[in-house]
């Protein structure tokens, strides 16, 4: 068997440890919130790195003990998924939000703009508009978004805005009444994961107004 040439520290996941494969490195830290991990060069200095705070090796603070610069490992997004984001416009107040195949960017849905919303809203519709969508399909694909916040909102199966309601948003209001309800009374099986922007570039659903 050939030698491992990675080896992954996992601080915080499901068991923490050092794993000889990405693959077994993965299942202790996908869809984890808060996964703390990181791949090293030889066995002696990630379990060295195991027995250390976390902190020192993900914010560039690591000892040199080998010589060679240590990077996070993220791995790659998984290249049948659907990519969501929303776009919210600063001067009108107007939110819109798009779902689109990660690797062949098709365009799978597409609502908005609506006035007087926000990108923590749009970000929550466009998953919950993701799921919907697939399990419609019967489909189990992966669910690809930035906003760590409207994963969480998804995660409790409520909006936690603080957006006031007014005579121009009652329709989004509408629309987070029906997908809070669509989560509580659904059950689904695809993955929400987070997109690594500073990792993998731009999220493929991005409107590119920026």
């Not at 409520?158 to 948003?169: H, Q, W």
């Amino acid at each position: 068997m050939a030698k491992p040439t990675k080896y992954y520290v996992v601080w915080k996941g499901r068991e923490k440890g050092v794993y000889d494969t990405w693959e077994a490195c993965q299942a202790q830290i996908q869809n984890f919130p808060g996964a703390l991990y990181k791949s090293f060069e030889s066995r002696p200095v990630a379990e060295k790195a195991l027995g250390e705070k976390p902190h020192l090796h993900l914010q560039g603070g690591s000892p040199k003990t080998d010589g060679k610069k240590q990077t996070l490992f993220v791995g790659k997004p998984i290249a049948d998924s659907i990519a969501v984001d929303a776009a919210w416009n600063t001067a009108t107040g107007d939110m819109e939000y798009q779902g689109v195949h990660a690797t062949t960017k098709q365009l799978l849905f597409c609502q908005g703009p609506f006035p007087d919303g926000t990108n923590n809203i749009g970000e929550f519709l466009a998953i919950v508009h993701a799921l919907a969508w697939l399990k419609q399909r019967n489909s189990d694909l992966p669910i690809y978004s930035d906003s760590r916040t409207a994963i969480s909102w998804v995660q409790k199966k409520k909006a936690n805005t603080k957006l006031e309601e007014t005579p121009r948003n009652g329709a989004l209001f509408e629309m987070l009444d029906r997908a809070e309800n669509w989560l509580k009374t659904n059950t689904y099986y695809n993955k929400i994961l987070k997109w690594e922007t500073e990792h993998w570039g731009e999220n493929p659903a991005d409107f590119g107004r920026k």
